[in-house]
Nanobody, 125 residues
């Protein structure tokens, strides 16, 4: 089973930028897409962005459209999430996951999805 490791989180001021990386231990099967999710304290996990493994289509949560960009480098088994113009409400633990279905918004748990350990993003002055 593929293993995922996130990195790139940290503390940033409002308006700043971060780039998250999700490195897979091996190539993910064609039926598995890579999604970025986040969970703030006391909130449900939500899908932020997802990139299709079949055609590279990218999907975004409405609140991050125009600010976040997902991309992938297949030669490095890595998916990135470039986050610009960060806001305090973006503060959360960010997870990447190998998922069967690209999801943005509310996430419905699927035992077949494979998760990384998460990386904290804090946006604060």
């Amino acid at each position: 089973q593929v293993q995922l490791v996130e990195s790139g989180g940290g503390l940033v001021q409002p308006g700043g930028s971060l780039r998250l990386s999700c490195v897979a231990s091996k190539s993910t099967p064609a039926y598995r897409h890579i999604g970025w999710f986040r969970q703030a304290p006391g909130a449900l996990r939500e899908g932020v962005s997802c990139i299709s493994s079949t055609d590279g289509s990218a999907y975004y949560l409405d609140s991050v459209k125009g600010r976040f960009t997902i991309s992938r480098d297949n030669t490095k088994n890595t998916v990135y999430l470039q986050m610009n113009s960060l806001k305090p409400e973006d503060t959360a633990v960010y997870y990447c996951a190998a998922v069967l279905t690209c999801t943005t918004g509310k996430y419905y748990w699927n035992n077949d999805d494979v998760w990384g350990q998460g990386t904290q993003v804090t946006v604060s002055a």
